[in-house]
């Protein structure tokens, strides 16, 4: 079963949104950023406000280039995640969390995303984070084998929730989680 | 009445090796997505999330009563998304208990056991349950069978006619029968709330009379909880803690790292067991388990061992009650061509032979008494009996943990290959062995010969 996955938008394209939705700047420090795509557990969540939100483990995210980290796109497989996706199409929040493997934890969030097909690009970019991060559960104590097979993703199945980021937070665990970094 | 959901299969993923994936909502629908190590497994349909912080998700969580959560089989990597509806927060209790040990022993560990506090144990119904499809291992070969192995150790152990040899059959037997390692037996000071050394398994310094205090520590967190606490997986934050414990012992000062004999363990253990050796509510001690790899110890290690810990709770507590009616000592002595200087520290009973720090305390003072009747009398015949009803060295007023003090200041004479050694002579009877004649010095309040 193959949903139709709209294309992400082009350059014309994400400067008109932006601009709709007043998004000048992004609320993205580079330091942000560059942790965002470090190679982190990335975890990804779609809201109700009528049943239960749904969670899923994605696989990397990637932001457009100018300006830096305006819009996002948070990336997991469509298989098994038909339910989550359903929710952003019908426009449900959107929440994706980055964690270090030193629970260093940066959240995301949005009122609302679209679900878009990922770029060339963007299959490149997952690729190298999920290097990175399946180096780094190596270094934790996992064996290869569950590295490989935690992280492994089919390119052809993969779905991006594109979405302009209205909030970050800390979430780090601690007396600290939750409070707002922009 | 709905059937419960069968979650049992899921139990692999609830180590904390995986970390799960909670999103929770607020009223608006705007949703909150976290990662979380600790989630429990309460029983069919139901498990426990840890309320240590009133934060968005716990707030969420309140409001709307729902969430969604994400776990990983820490040996398949399997993934399963449950559906939850929060029922109630427990504050005391066995699941309560469960978590807040084995949160108690992480905290320990990173130095942050002011910060790390379980609140609450929030307890939540199982309403839905997938399997999410995703690459996966096949699931490891069954472990050998922990019932036979905790059966063939307690064989081991009832043959044990003193607490001596109660210790050394159960560190024995653990690596024997379990395969373990890597082993640390501690006695409980109950009156202290500390617990300290008598044996240890596989480590370059066997630490025999090193102290912790209750809470510190996974050992001091099953000490306290009186609850087994099981870690599968060394953590960043346990590397980070190390550091920083590290760092605090260099900045200590010279006179407690004198005093001080470092405790054993693993510099990176993989998986962490401790286990509570308990007769009723008193506890007696501390069995401690670990090993360099992660997931060594799982659900079947941690069960076998809490029944051992029991029957080695029990034992300790029968020996102690068998203490031996008081015998006549017997005058004895002899000359030693060679001398060593046993210096005496008053304030804690400490005692060095030579320049070497060799124990203080309960135990300390027992020696200090023992050589001061051998210098008077030439005495080297004893009974526990007349060190117990000493009023000077000051026992606790239950002296229940008399004997492991013997026990344990025995192994430290024999472990620093010392000059003085305390050897059993009988039930109830020790005899004092001397290579050397000891030169007694007492040191005044300032601590000065």
Known sequence: MTDAIPPARAADEIAAYRSAAGASRSILSEDILGFLQAGQTVAVAAGSSTGYPVCAIGIGCTFAPQPAGTLARVFLARGGNGALLELVRNGASVGMTLTGVDHRSIQVKARSGRVVAPEPQDIAELHRQIAAHRDWLEIVGFTRAFAETLTVFAEEDVAGIEFLPERVYVQTPGPGAGSRLE | ?449
């Open chain 2, 1 to 449: 009445m709905t059937a419960e959901i069968d979650i049992e299969r899921l139990r692999p993923a609830m180590e904390g090796v995986v970390a799960a994936v909670l999103a929770t909502c607020d009223a608006e629908g705007q949703v909150n997505v976290s990662l979380i190590s600790q989630v429990h497994y309460v029983g069919p349909g139901r498990i426990a999330l840890s309320y240590q912080f009133f934060n968005k998700t716990r707030r969420n969580l309140m409001e709307t009563r729902r969430a969604s959560i994400t776990v990983v089989d820490c040996e398949t990597a399997e993934r399963y998304r449950l559906s939850l509806d929060y029922l109630e927060t427990h504050t005391e209790g066995p699941v309560f208990e469960a978590m807040r040990a084995r949160l108690a022993g992480i905290a320990s560990h990173t130095g942050m056991a002011g910060v790390f506090r379980l609140q609450g144990s929030d307890i939540c119904r199982v309403t839905a349950m997938e399997r999410v499809p995703c690459a996966s291992l096949p699931r490891p070969e069954d472990s050998p069978n922990r019932l036979a192995a905790a059966r063939r150790l307690a064989e081991r152990l009832r043959g044990a006619g003193d607490l001596g040899a109660l210790v050394d059959a159960a560190i024995e037997g653990l690596g024997a029968e379990f395969g373990i390692t890597h082993a640390i037996f501690l006695a409980a000071d109950a009156g202290e709330k500390r617990l300290f050394t008598l044996a240890s398994l596989g480590y370059a310094e066997a630490g025999i009379g090193s102290e912790i205090a209750y809470g510190e520590g996974l050992a001091g967190a099953a000490a306290q909880s009186g609850t087994p606490v099981r870690i599968t997986m060394m953590t960043a934050e346990y590397r980070y803690g190390e550091a920083v414990a590290g760092t605090a012992r260099s900045l200590g000062l010279d006179w407690d790292r004198e005093r001080t004999i470092p405790f054993p363990g693993l510099e990176m253990p993989g998986s962490q067991l401790a286990v509570p050796l308990r007769f009723g509510e008193r506890l007696c001690g501390v069995l401690l388990v670990e090993s360099p790899e992660i997931l060594r110890f799982g659900h079947e290690d941690e069960d076998a061992l809490a029944l051992i810990g029991d029957q080695i709770g029990a034992m300790m507590a029968a020996l102690d009650a068998e203490r031996a009616e008081a015998e006549p000592a017997e005058p004895a002595g002899g000359d030693c061509a060679e001398t060593v200087r046993v210096r005496h520290f008053a304030r804690d009973d400490s005692l060095f032979l030579g320049h070497d720090y060799l124990i203080k305390g309960v135990a300390g003072a027992i020696l200090w008494r023992v050589l001061q009747e051998h210098a008077a009398s030439g005495r080297i015949e004893f009974t526990t009996r007349e060190l117990r009803l000493d009023p000077s060295l000051r026992l606790p007023g239950n002296a229940e943990n008399f004997d492991t003090r013997l026990i344990l200041l025995r192994r430290r004479l024999d472990e620093r290959d010392a000059p003085i050694r305390l050897s059993r002579s009988g039930r109830g009877r020790f005899r004092l062995v001397l290579a050397a004649r000891p030169v007694l010095a007492e040191a005044d309040p300032e601590g000065a010969f």
